[in-house]
């Protein structure tokens, strides 16, 4: 609250000072598409004050999905969300009028990580997939691509040599494996460790290293709403470079505790596991920007796993916009 001094008439004393009301903060309904340390620094934008120090009042929900996150940004019921850059694709052919922009990146490449029922005798090998289930995401999300990628790159073809089931919606994959159903799964962190330390699978590749860098998710909004709304899209970018920068130096236990409101049933000592896990595969950006040859690397892959037509690739500037973190300080 700023102070206003008033001279007082008379010895030069001062007469009480008028109290002036600082600006609300503005409101913002953002969606994150899962909960998992994958999104770790947009949790300590959160817990370290940092959106609030922007001039932002963040409400944050699980969309459990990012079509159901897509969904919520086109019916406006949300303002930005975290989501992958495949979705941003599929709407620009679409025939939405109203077309999502990707402002800022948060994740430098997939974090899932491939979880083995059984622990592998010796050094695991890609084709020990051949003739299993491995239980995936939807069709055509980016879970799903980056694992037939990797599969592709260790010569492994994801059609024809195992069955992919993706047909197990993200809240009910744990229990589908504590079930017993399939041989391999993805997943992300907490889940992994938490699944290792119970005894119900060993951690055998990380999608996000067998792959290589490509923007995996990225935070979204209308281009309705970046026109109206480009002071909201700065500051939200400013706040996200301050916790990428704070990200890349703080030790994990730190961060562990920053995080650790969103992970109530979490032990500490798991997070930290989780957190060192993610940043030995470079998991997370240092630069917001969504590079060129990320969305061209990604509809590559799209086009390869067959659900995008070459036809129907689109041009980097109908999905990306790079003006905030072309100014982005935080």
Do not use: C
């Not at 975290?82 to 979705?87: K, R």
């Not at 709304?229 to 706040?239: K, L, Y």
């Amino acid at each position: 609250m700023q102070w206003i001094g008033a001279a007082a008439l008379g010895l030069g004393m001062l007469a009480p000072a008028a109290a002036q009301t600082a600006a609300a903060p503005t409101k913002v309904r953002y969606e994150e598409v899962v909960r998992s340390v994958l999104y770790l620094p947009a949790y300590v934008a959160m817990n370290q004050g940092f959106f609030r120090e922007a001039g932002l009042d963040v409400g944050m929900k699980t969309s459990q999905g990012t079509d159901k996150g897509m969904a919520a940004l086109l019916s406006g019921s949300a303002d930005i969300v975290l989501i992958g850059p495949e979705a941003s694709i599929y709407v620009a052919n679409s025939e939405s009028p109203v077309k999502p922009k990707i402002f800022s990146g948060l994740t430098a490449t997939d974090g899932f990580l491939l979880l083995a029922r059984e622990k592998p005798a010796g050094a695991f090998a890609w084709d020990q997939l051949k003739g299993k289930a491995v239980m995936g995401f939807r069709p055509g999300s980016n879970p799903d691509v980056f694992l037939e990628t990797a599969m592709r790159k260790n010569g492994v073809d994801p059609k024809k040599d195992l069955k992919i089931v993706n047909n197990v919606g993200p809240a009910a994959r744990t229990g589908a494996w504590l079930a017993g159903q399939n041989d391999y799964a993805i997943f992300l962190e907490p889940e992994a460790t938490l699944l290792e330390k119970q005894g119900k699978g060993t951690v055998v590749a990380s999608i996000g290293r067998t792959v290589g860098p490509v923007d995996y998710t990225v935070f979204t909004a209308t281009d309705v709403f970046l026109k109206q709304n480009p002071g909201v899209a700065q500051a939200w970018t400013n706040a996200i470079v301050k916790a990428q920068q704070y990200v890349a130096k703080a030790p994990a236990a730190d961060l562990a505790n920053h995080i650790a409101e969103f992970f109530p049933t979490m032990a500490k000592p798991d997070l930290i596991a989780a957190i060192d896990r993610y940043r030995s595969i470079g998991l997370w950006k240092t630069n917001p920007t969504v590079e060129r040859q990320a969305i061209d690397t990604l509809q590559d892959m799209l086009v390869a796993s067959g659900v995008l037509d070459t036809a129907k690739r689109v041009k980097y500037e109908q999905v990306v916009v790079t003006d905030f973190t072309a100014k982005a300080k935080p």
